[in-house]
């Protein structure tokens, strides 16, 4: 049974820093990418970033580049973004999907999701 789970939301201040987890199980993990996205209220789903498996190469949607880090841990079956510098803007629900085909954009090459956590940031 697959599983995934989204961890580390939270409220935080403008400027300040959180470290979301995805964890998963159920699927040959290193065989996935894993993405990030975030939907806020009335929006559409944002892809964040995406890290592919084996040879990890990483993406970055241009709202984050410099600010967010996406890894992976394959020995834990564990991705992480560490979101720093985080601005009102990047709050929404973030979910982590993962892709068999490699890293993309559209949140339909992605095979399985977890039910996201939520990142307030205000003052």
């Known amino acids: 049974q697959v599983q995934v789970v989204e961890s580390g939301g939270g409220l935080v201040q403008p400027g300040g820093s959180l470290r979301l987890s995805c964890a998963a199980s159920g699927f040959v993990w290193e065989h996935y990418a894993i993405g990030w996205f975030r939907q806020a209220p009335g929006t559409e789903r944002e892809w964040v970033s995406c890290i592919s498996g084996r040879t990890p190469l990483k993406f970055y949607a241009d709202s984050v580049k410099g600010r967010f880090t996406i890894s992976r841990d394959n020995a834990v079956n564990t991705a992480y973004l560490q979101m720093d510098y985080l601005e009102p803007e990047d709050a929404a629900v973030y979910y982590c999907?993962?892709?068999?085909?490699?890293?993309?954009?559209?949140?339909?090459?992605?095979?399985?999701w977890g039910q996201g956590t939520q990142v307030t940031v205000s003052s």
């Open positions: 999907g993962a892709s068999e085909t490699g890293c993309y954009a559209s949140e339909h090459e992605y095979n399985y």
